[in-house]
T-cell receptor, first 114, second 116 residues
Framework: EAQVTQNPRYLITVTGKKLTVTCSQNMNHEYMSWYRQDPGLGLRQIYYSMNVEVTDKGDVPEGYKVSRKEKRNFPLILESPSPNQTSLYFC???FGQGVRSPLHFGNGTRLTVT | AQKITQTQPGMFVQEKEAVTLDCTYDTSDQSYGLFWYKQPSSGEMIFLIYQGSYDEQNATEGRYSLNFQKARKSANLVISASQLGDSAMYFCAMIPPGGGYNKLIFGAGTRLAVHP
């Protein structure tokens, strides 16, 4: 089954404790990205990747890191999480990057930073 | 800058009736794509329907159709014969040609409740 898999689904952590949210897709998509969803703000892009070893910042990259060492994986790293990073996170992938390429989303990771 | 506006924070509809969820967008680009996504209470984002700015016909996918009025810059989602399982949050989104890779611009969403 074609899918984007994120783990974990739920995560509660404390301020400053490094964490990684994993994302993997099995569709051989070149393009992957991370979004965060906050009430009233919709989804905002954190980082995106066009291919292996090629990444760039989205709209809200502060406090996040990513890496793309393999085509299928695109982990999101929070080196020192803070409470304002409490949010619902989505990984997404698409075959192309043009206007006709719908994003396929993972099931989301609900992160709480205390 | 591109922007998506969904003016209905919440909508109610009776089961089996049709409902229209509004979406307006602001862009100076001529080429762009418009998407609708559904987010049930379980949290996942489900792609519903796509409309390209140069598509001459309104997009349809099963019970979903998109009422695309380019001059008005609106892309309303119409759900026919609502079902209880349609209760969810619905997001309108746009990808502009120069918006960056994978970069969807989302509206704030409309929460739809379908009543039996």
């Amino acid at each position: 089954e074609a899918q984007v898999t994120q783990n974990p689904r739920y995560l509660i952590t404390v301020t400053g404790k490094k964490l990684t949210v994993t994302c993997s897709q099995n569709m051989n998509h070149e393009y992957m990205s991370w979004y965060r969803q906050d009430p009233g703000l919709g989804l905002r892009q954190i980082y995106y990747s066009m291919n292996v070893e090629v990444t760039d910042k989205g709209d809200v990259p502060e406090g996040y890191k990513v890496s793309r060492k393999e085509k299928r994986n695109f982990p999101l790293i929070l080196e020192s999480p803070s409470p304002n990073q409490t949010s619902l996170y989505f990984c997404a992938s698409s075959f192309g990057q043009g206007v006709r390429s719908p994003l396929h989303f993972g099931n989301g990771t609900r992160l709480t930073v205390t | 800058a591109q922007k998506i506006t969904q003016t209905q924070p919440g909508m109610f509809v009776q089961e089996k009736e049709a409902v229209t969820l509004d979406c307006t967008y602001d862009t100076s680009d001529q080429s762009y794509g418009l998407f609708w996504y559904k987010q049930p209470s379980s949290g996942e984002m489900i792609f519903l329907i796509y409309q390209g700015s140069y598509d001459e016909q309104n997009a349809t996918e099963g019970r979903y159709s998109l009422n695309f009025q380019k001059a008005r810059k609106s892309a309303n989602l119409v759900i026919s014969a609502s079902q209880l399982g349609d209760s969810a949050m619905y997001f309108c989104a746009m990808i502009p040609p120069g918006g960056g890779y994978n970069k969807l611009i989302f509206g704030a969403g409309t929460r739809l409740a379908v009543h039996p």
